[in-house]
């Protein structure tokens, strides 16, 4: 039962470097969004707030749609991006950690923003009596406070890119090798006659893997917050 | 010398005040709600006057007639909050040192030895705020300030969280401070019998504006 073909590994292992690099690069950019949504009033906020949490309620072959008109070979910015920087997302592993990665940014930025406003404002202030510039402020008081927070945002990001279907598929399709994903793969299983197997096997990898993200995010937040509070 | 010369609307309320210190302590004394914390802030440069200067030693820190605010973390100015406001995330030993390596100073090890002895916290060195008592840290908030050599120190009612053995626990140090570290200090209270020990000259404010200025036998018995 267990014998997992190498197709079957080629896309588990495409699973992981997408949730991977999907999640890597989406962080810095949840913690930027999160940190000026918690501490800042501007026009717009409310709005931006929405945009954001819209791919997590959003049909997923609506978002993979949008994406490919936007970062498609013909899309507005994909097509600037292919000519200008030889970057492409269609039909390619970059696209699906895109994909991946726009699916899963709410999941990333909440938990980064709650624990950002969790934190005591006049720790802040101290720090800049003692000499701290704004940047020193934020690498030194507030990044560390909101570690707790950013480490849950980004393993339950991970799990959800790991396990991302309806944009991935609408975006960059199902290609074997380059595209195709553990729940493509799964799909493309159920699809075919006597692929139960297969299906079962690759359906059971990708519980165990989704478990133990959950597992570790608990871990890292409970280890986190015991750091910070000194015990 | 401090010299300040501010007026802000908060609200309701306002706070409008001029005075000149020369003292190494002056005291800021009145009941709660009479803008002594609102003062002190703008000192620090947390908050910003709407009208007036505030300079320390003839450098003018505000000045709004020529738009002047210089930001918190330039002004060399230590703050001693009533709550401490020790990172909880640093132990004692990284707490202390936060200012210096802020400000990319040199480690002055006498001076460390020197504090750690005066405010006796060298044995609290590897802890977290977390383990301290409540004198313990603001005997440690005392020390984190001065180690990051300011030219003048806010202490913002230090003892206003602790009870009356601990503030009998703490006064002598802020008076061996006052007699042996060269930082002039402004320190906020509503209590007259800490006052009467610390300061040299008192500040009395009352809704935001000064009711008396001089020596502090002003202060109320």
Known sequence: ?????????????????????????????????????????????????????????????????LLLLTFGKRGLVGGWLADHLGIVFAFRWTGAALACGVMSFPLLVR????????????????????GASTWQVFATVTLPLALPGILAGMVLGFAK??????????FVSNIPGE???????????????????????LVIVSIVMSMAALVASEVFARRATRRLHGN | ?????????????????????????????????????????????????????????????????????????RRRIGYVFQDARLFPHLDVRRNLDYGR?????????????????MLNIGHLLDRRPGQLSGGERQRVALGRALLSRPRLLLLDEPLGSLDEDRKAEILPYLMR?????????????????????????????????????????????
Not at chain 1, 184 to 193: E, F, G, K, N
Not at chain 2, 20 to 46: C, D, H, Q, W, Y
Not at chain 2, 179 to 201: G, I, K
């Open chain 1, 111 to 130: 938990p980064i923003r709650l624990s950002i406003d969790a934190i005591d404002r006049r720790l802040e202030q101290a720090a800049s009596t003692l």
């Open chain 2, 101 to 117: 390596r802020m400000n990319r100073l040199a480690r002055d090890t006498a001076q460390e030895a020197r504090l750690n002895e």
């Open chain 2, 1 to 73: 010398m401090l010299r300040v010369e501010v007026s802000k609307q908060l609200g309701s309320f306002s706070v409008d005040v001029a005075f000149a210190s020369e003292g190494r302590v002056t005291g800021l004394f009145g009941p709660s709600g009479s803008g002594k914390t609102s003062l002190v802030n703008m000192i620090a440069g947390l908050m910003t006057p709407d009208r007036g200067v505030i300079s320390v030693d003839g450098e003018a820190l505000d000045d709004t007639t020529q738009h002047l605010h210089v930001a918190v973390h």
């Open chain 1, 161 to 170: 890119a790991i396990g991302e279907f309806g944009a991935t598929i609408t």
């Open chain 2, 177 to 221: 401070l006052r007699d042996e570290a060269s930082v002039p200090m402004v320190y906020v209270s509503h209590d007259p019998d800490e006052l009467r020990q610390l300061a040299l000259q008192v500040v009395m404010l009352k809704r935001g504006r000064i009711a008396a200025f001089g020596s502090p036998e002003i202060l109320p018995a």
């Open chain 1, 1 to 65: 039962m267990f014998d997992i073909s190498p197709p079957e590994w080629t896309a588990v292992l495409l699973s992981l470097k997408v949730g991977v690099v999907a999640t890597l690069a989406a962080t810095p950019i949840a913690i930027a969004l999160a940190w000026t949504l918690a501490r800042y009033e501007f026009w717009g906020k409310s709005i931006i707030d929405a945009a954001v949490h819209l791919p997590l309620v959003l049909p997923p072959v609506v978002t993979g749609y």
């Open chain 1, 179 to 201: 595209t195709q994903t553990i729940s493509s793969a799964i799909y493309s299983l159920i699809q075919t006659p006597d692929g139960d197997r297969a299906a079962l096997r």
